[in-house]
């Protein structure tokens, strides 16, 4: 991809973020930043569609220029490899700054796979490696996967990176490596073991909230009970397990 | 007859394979337990059906998110890496010192961490 497509794309995206931007502050609302995203699953159950996992993010909180969440997302699935060419790098999550060109007013937020009930990643798979988990986390089973990237180009949030080059300090519980795509993955290897995505740790503001979107209960059904939220190209009808607030 | 064939064979498999000992056959792997205890099925199943075992568990865990699988790629390293190299590769490591004798090379290896407890892993076993 040529820097000026890449650019014209997430142009595109900011711009399309902006125009959703209309939907009502929420000040002074915390969100709960470290309830639990559930019991571990026992060992030998698959996971469930009785759940759907799905992440709140607080836009209202985040600040432009703090990228704890990128940074433990790079920790935790091991990202650490030094690129030749830094377009080439992985980025699961990325800290993206918008401004609505009207009013001037600029909001930061990270952008990660919005982890769709409908996603076109999956549609787009020649070889059925994209796929949605029961639990409604999308996957790229790598096992499978021939690296053509059409899932790439499917995407509308550009959340998804090829590997380049052949890796060697993989996090044990993380694999990943050369020759096929990867993307966010909510840290299935921690909520499989009842613990929270790692940048929801992370987030020095409680900004993020994961949780059971199917558990009315749920720390961030309750709050997307209350209080308005977004999904970024919600014309695109894919239902997306990430939701926005202030933008 | 068949004993006949068989030395021939034999012969001319270690003339291909191993050329230092002609006649003896390829050098036999050193396989080495370095961790005491015991394996998920008995030696013998294992030597002939382990692929099966991973291919099943890699599906079974990655595409329906079942954890603390038997045959889990992870449990294989923590009991087989070696107490030296901490991994079940370079040479005499468990998983390689066979492959190479059986002319078996694995891609698992591009994404899968050959070491032990780089980071301790969960994955061995979800406690519950």
């Not at chain 1, 929270?196 to 949780?211: H, I, K, L, R, T």
């Not at chain 2, 191993?18 to 080495?32: Q, W």
């Not at chain 2, 991973?54 to 294989?76: F, M, P, V, W």
Request: net charge positive; charged share 20%.
């Amino acid at each position: 991809m040529t820097g000026s497509q890449e650019k014209s794309r997430r142009t595109f995206l900011a711009a399309t973020v902006a125009g959703f931007g209309a939907v009502a502050l929420a000040p002074g609302l915390h969100l709960i930043a470290l309830s639990h995203a559930g019991a571990p699953r026992a060992a030998g159950e698959p996971a469930s569609s009785k759940v759907r996992w799905g992440m709140l993010i607080d836009t209202t909180k985040c600040a432009s220029g703090c990228d704890a969440c990128v940074k433990a997302c790079n920790t935790e699935n091991g990202i650490n490899e030094t690129v030749a060419d830094a377009r080439q790098g992985s980025q699961w999550i990325r800290k993206i700054d918008l401004k609505d060109q009207k009013t001037g007013r600029t909001h930061s937020l990270p952008m990660l796979c919005q982890h769709c009930e409908h996603p076109p990643c999956v549609d787009v798979c020649p070889t059925g490696a994209s796929m949605k988990r029961a639990d409604g986390i999308v996957l790229v089973d790598r096992h499978i996967c021939i690296g053509c990237r059409y899932c790439m180009m499917a995407c509308p949030f550009k959340a998804r990176s090829l590997v380049h080059q052949p890796l060697t300090e993989q996090n044990p519980e993380v694999p990943r490596g050369v020759g096929c795509v990867e993307s966010c993955t909510f840290c299935v290897h921690r909520v499989d073991k009842g613990q929270q995505p790692a940048c929801v740790e992370a987030c020095p503001e409680g900004a993020m909230v994961f949780g059971d979107l199917n558990d009315p209960k749920s720390a961030i059904s309750l709050r997307l009970a209350q209080e308005a939220s977004t999904q970024v190209r919600a014309d695109l009808k894919l239902n997306q397990g990430v939701r926005y607030q202030g933008i | 007859m068949t004993a006949r064939l068989c030395v021939l064979l034999a012969a001319l498999m270690g003339t291909v394979l191993a050329p230092t000992s002609v006649g003896a056959g390829a050098p036999k792997p050193n396989i080495r337990i370095e961790n005491p205890g015991q394996c998920i099925a008995p030696a013998e199943e294992m030597r002939r059906n382990h692929m099966e075992m991973l291919k099943h568990t890699r599906d079974r865990t990655l595409r329906l998110g079942i954890r603390g699988e038997k045959a889990s790629l992870n449990g294989c390293i923590e009991c087989h890496a070696s107490k030296t190299t901490g991994s079940v590769l370079g040479p005499g490591g468990f998983c390689q010192e066979c492959h190479a004798y059986a002319a078996v090379k694995l891609d698992c290896w591009d994404c899968h961490q050959p070491k032990a407890s780089l980071k301790t892993t969960g994955m061995a076993g979800v406690k519950p």
